[in-house]
């Protein structure tokens, strides 16, 4: 008993613990250097595919040659992230200037496509830390240009019904709404957003119909109409024509 006291405490200080861990650091920042045409000021989120999402949608609205803005806090995962999805989408990087606490990243809007890709994914696994690597992988490779496609199989059909919010695994289960709460302030949207998201982007889903009927869901409570209910075959397809596939347990 003590120790099941013992788990649930350490879960409980890992949750408060990442729900404080990225608190936004308030900077006075001087003028931009570069003159900018948008510009999105995301300090606070260390969560690069909610960075880039904002950052793709307003490039759609701009013409190519104009200059978005980008204003992140100092962290080296995002700094990284960026600098890779502009080498993936060919937008120009201009500069990137570092503040304090802070980076500004100046990125013209090119007129190239991206270079096409297509990317396959399993997912199996329900438990809301589970999805985390998966959607953002998915994330990822949508706002890069890629064709994606994800299959949801096992008890991870539940992730696609409208009114999913997805818990933390075992004893640390009573805490999944402060898990969810913490999540989202660094930039880890619910699962049903980042669906949204990649749904927006082109993305395509599929669904194990056996699993459905195992788990007892139905299709009419689905978060999208156009989700093709399916078996091995056409998952088979999918990843036949897909040149990135990842399969998650």
Not at 33 to 60: C, H, M, P
Not at 87 to 105: E, G, P
Not at 135 to 164: K, W, Y
Not at 220 to 234: H, Q
């Amino acid at each position: 008993m003590k120790k099941a006291t013992l788990i649930v405490s350490i879960c409980m200080a890992i949750v408060l613990t990442g729900c404080k861990a990225h608190i936004p650091k308030s900077e006075n920042l001087p003028g931009g250097e570069i003159q900018a045409d948008v510009a999105i000021d995301v300090r606070g989120k260390t969560i690069s595919t909610y960075i880039l999402f904002r950052a793709n949608q307003k490039l759609k609205d701009m013409q190519s040659g104009q200059i978005l803005e980008i204003t992140t806090d100092r962290h080296e995962a995002v700094n990284n992230d960026i600098l890779a999805w502009a080498r993936m989408t060919d937008h120009n990087l201009q500069k990137v200037v570092s503040h304090t606490h802070a980076r500004r990243f100046y990125v013209q809007k090119s007129d190239k496509a991206p270079r096409q890709s297509r990317l396959s994914m399993i997912i199996s696994d329900p438990a809301l830390e589970s999805l985390l690597t998966p959607l953002g992988l998915a994330l990822g490779a949508a706002l890069s240009g890629s064709e994606v496609h994800v299959i949801f199989q096992g008890p991870a059909v539940r992730v696609l019904e409208e009114d999913f919010k997805g818990s933390l695994k075992g004893l640390s289960k009573p805490f999944s709404a402060l898990a969810r709460k913490g999540m989202a302030e660094i930039g880890h949207l619910p699962p049903q957003e980042k669906l949204k998201q990649l749904k927006s982007l082109g993305s395509h889903f599929y669904a194990c119909g056996p699993s459905m009927d195992h788990f007892g869901i139905q299709k009419k409570n689905l978060i999208f109409e156009d989700i093709m209910v399916a078996e091995y075959m056409t998952f088979m397809e999918v990843m036949r024509t897909a040149d990135m596939h990842v399969f998650l347990q």
